[in-house]
Nanobody, 122 residues
Framework: QVQLVESGGGLVQTGDSLRLSCTAS????????VGWFRQAPGKEREFVSSISATGGSTYYADSVKGRVTISRDNAKDTVYLQMNSLTPEDTAIYYC???????????????WGQGTQVTVSS
């Protein structure tokens, strides 16, 4: 089992930045690809970004490409999502997820975190 805990969400203004963290406990975190997904009110959960187990490969949704950077520190069992130039369209609950495939998509997630709320005001 892998337990994932997200942190770093909050209320910000348009143009601001946030860094989300996903900290894992349990089985060896370093073997898992890790991704971030988000779900806005009334919408389906969607892919944001993912990173390979070693950190050597990263993927981004077109909607966030150029504004978001995913990284990981396996020594700290933590994955980060740096988000810049936030807009109200980024408002959602952001979920951390882990799996054994890459790119990580919804159907291949083995573990989910509880989510952290990001709200961007205009």
């Amino acid at each position: 089992q892998v337990q994932l805990v997200e942190s770093g969400g909050g209320l910000v203004q348009t143009g601001d930045s946030l860094r989300l963290s996903c900290t894992a406990s349990g089985r060896t975190f370093g073997i898992y690809s890790v991704g971030w997904f988000r779900q806005a009110p009334g919408k389906e959960r969607e892919f944001v970004s993912s990173i390979s187990a070693t950190g050597g490969s990263t993927y981004y949704a077109d909607s966030v490409k150029g504004r978001v950077t995913i990284s990981r520190d396996n020594a700290k069992d933590t994955v980060y999502l740096q988000m810049n130039s936030l807009t109200p369209e980024d408002t959602a609950i952001y979920y951390c997820a882990a799996g054994l495939t890459l790119p990580l998509d919804l159907s291949r997630v083995n573990y989910w975190g509880q989510g952290t709320q990001v709200t961007v005001s205009s």
